[in-house]
Structure formats: structure tokens, C-alpha cells
């Protein structure tokens, strides 16, 4: 019998359309088959409608979110009894477009969102939340726009909560992402320990975040965050992962409500 993996789901994948990421789509499907991982869920940079002529250079334009879902359609089809694949996308939430936005993936045969808040506020604020910068501002608004989309009930999940890199007041920076954490756990919704985060040694997962979502009874889900085919499945920085939630006695889950869009929509 073929070992048990480590985790069995992920639901945090990457394709070339968000213009930092390597492989086909099939390669990541297959890494995951092999890794034996039961469910692969592909969570893009979404596309954003953006007022005036602003580009955002790290996510797929609007006219590319069709070829998406329908080249993961195929492969959901053809891997059927292998593997499940579910279309996702990592998608901001920007409460002034957020009405275009939804009209963007309305009947576009995606099936889940999950919140990556990169930017507080909206682009271009220049407020890549993940600079290391000791605006208060930025770290007030990056918190409230996480709770605010978690509230909008159109998200299945948080991905790297603790990207924020504050430099400024410590005890301040702990009271704001203790805010965060009671809000989403609120909400009953999971917050991702981040793999490719915790590999690349950044900032980012804090181990004092997960202090707080200990404390506050959080539930956190492996997020491989794969912008390359083998990163669907790195089991050294998955196994560190999960002797980190045992450290700090998180509970770790794989229940991820994908169908929370589609009664929204
Ligand atoms: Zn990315
Ligand atoms: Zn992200």
C-alpha cells in the first residue's frame, strides 16, 4: 500500500497566467496524483477589474479567467477517480470594486475564493502588505479589510493571515492580529500555515501569530502555495508545518466549504 501523505489536500495552486509561476497545469496535477494528495484545488491570482488604466502585473487579466477554468475543467474530467481538482481563485478583497468583481466570476465556473489580502486597501495603494513598513495606517486597514471580506461570506479560506510585515509598536501589531484571529474564528473559517513561506524563510508564517490562533481555539489548514509544479507537495517544509501546529496544539484541518460562491452568486 502506498504511504499515507502527509496531507491529503491542497488547495492553494498556482498556474504561469499570474506571471510568476512555472509548469503546465497538468504538471501540477500530476505531482499531486504522485505525492498522493486526494484533492487539488487551483487558487490563481484572480483577475480584478481595476478603475482607470491601472495593470496589476501579478495576476491574470480578466480575458484569461475563461481559458483558466476551461483548461481545469478538461483536467478535472480526465483525472476524475484519480484525483480531485477543484478552480479556485486567490483573490484580494477591495470592498470599492467588489460589486465588478463579482459580476467577473459570476458564471465563470469558478468555485471558491480564497482571501489573499497582498495589498491593505486597494491598488495601487502601494501598500504591498507584505514590505516591512511601520504604517499604522496600513496594518488598521489591512485588518479590517481581512474581517470585512471573511464577513462578506465569500471566502472558504485565509491565506497567509499573518503576511503584514509591521515594523512599528509591537504590542500594538500583537493587538491588532489578535483581532484578526478572534474575527475569522468567528467565522469558523480556517487560516493557512503557509508553505511557501515557511521554505523561503520569510517573514511570514510568525510564530507568534500562531500563538494567537492557539489561544483563540483557530483552525489552520497547509496552504502549499505552489508556483511550481513540485511545490504542490514539499514534504520537508510540510512536515516542519505540522510539527509547528503541534507545538503550539492547533488543530489542523482539510474541510474547506468550496461551496460557499455558489449560493452567494
Ligand atoms: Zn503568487
Ligand atoms: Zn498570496
Known amino acids: 500500500m502506498a504511504k499515507e501523505p502527509l496531507i491529503r489536500a491542497n488547495y492553494h495552486t498556482h498556474t504561469v497566467r499570474c506571471n510568476h509561476a512555472a509548469g503546465s497545469e497538468r504538471e501540477y496535477v500530476q505531482q499531486a496524483i504522485a505525492a ?53 481563485l486567490e483573490a484580494e478583497y477591495y470592498p470599492d470594486v467588489f460589486e465588478d468583481y463579482k459580476e467577473l466570476i459570476r458564471g465563470s465556473g469558478v468555485e471558491y475564493l480564497i482571501l489573499g489580502q497582498h495589498y491593505a486597501g486597494k491598488e495601487p495603494s502601494k501598500r504591498y502588505s507584505g ?27 485565509i491565506a497567509h493571515p499573518d503576511i503584514l ?23 469558523d473559517l ?50 516542519r508545518a505540522l510539527e509547528l501546529l503541534e507545538k503550539y496544539g492547533i488543530e489542523r484541518t482539510e474541510q474547506v466549504d468550496i461551496r460557499r460562491l455558489e449560493k452567494l452568486l
Not at 514590505?131 to 479560506?157: K, N, P
Not at 510585515?165 to 467565522?187: A, C, Q
Open 190 to 239: 480556517p487560516l493557512e500555515m503557509n508553505i511557501l513561506g515557511l521554505r523561503e524563510g520569510r517573514h511570514y508564517p510568525r510564530e507568534d501569530f500562531l500563538a494567537l490562533v492557539s489561544k483563540h481555539g483557530g483552525k489552520m489548514i497547509v496552504g502549499c502555495d505552489a508556483h511550481r509544479p513540485q511545490d504542490v507537495y514539499d514534504a520537508p517544509t510540510i512536515k
Open 165 to 187: 510585515n509591521f515594523t512599528g509598536d509591537y504590542r500594538l501589531f500583537i493587538s491588532e492580529m489578535d483581532r484578526l484571529v478572534e474575527g475569522i474564528v468567528k467565522e
Open 36 to 88: 498522493g494528495l486526494k484533492v487539488l484545488g487551483f487558487a490563481d491570482h484572480s483577475p480584478y477589474i481595476f478603475q482607470g488604466d491601472y495593470y496589476s502585473s501579478f495576476r491574470m487579466r480578466p480575458q484569461e479567467l475563461s481559458s483558466y477554468v476551461s483548461v481545469l475543467q478538461a483536467l478535472k474530467k480526465e483525472y476524475e477517480g484519480e484525483i480531485e481538482i477543484h478552480i479556485g
Open 131 to 157: 514590505r516591512a513598513d511601520d504604517d499604522e495606517e496600513r496594518l488598521h486597514l489591512y485588518v479590517d479589510s481581512v474581517l470585512e471580506g471573511a464577513r462578506s461570506g465569500f471566502y472558504s479560506y
